[in-house]
Nanobody, 121 residues
Framework: QVQLVESGGGLVQPGGSLRLSCAAS????????MAWYRQVPGKQRELVAT???????NYADSVKGRFTISRDNAKNTVYLQMSSLNAEDTAVYYC???????????????WGQGTQVTVSS
């Protein structure tokens, strides 16, 4: 099994910054894409940013220029640096990866448990 554990969420003032981390552990053979999603109550989970194992990135229009996704392949960890935060960024942020376990050829989607980010004065 593959486990994803997020950290770094919390309360931040408007205009502030926060850095989320997500470490993948377990019996991992390979990780393909990694991503961050977010969800607010009553709304669908939305994609925030993705990064391939080669480092190519993609962002939702709402976070372009403010958020930066990065990863450390040696540590199986993905990061989300968030700046110029506003109230609309308040959500539970979920880490996602597409990974293959040792001894398996198939890639499977895995999710973290989520970390709350609240932007408020």
């Amino acid at each position: 099994q593959v486990q994803l554990v997020e950290s770094g969420g919390g309360l931040v003032q408007p205009g502030g910054s926060l850095r989320l981390s997500c470490a993948a552990s377990g019996s991992i053979r390979s990780i393909d894409a990694m991503a961050w999603y977010r969800q607010v109550p009553g709304k669908q989970r939305e994609l925030v940013a993705t990064i391939t194992n080669g480092g190519s990135t993609n962002y939702a229009d709402s976070v372009k220029g403010r958020f930066t996704i990065s990863r450390d392949n040696a540590k199986n960890t993905v990061y989300l640096q968030m700046s110029s935060l506003n109230a609309e960024d308040t959500a539970v942020y979920y880490c996602h990866c597409n990974a293959a376990r040792r001894g398996a050829w198939r890639y499977t989607d895995y999710w973290g448990q989520g970390t709350q980010v609240t932007v408020s004065s």
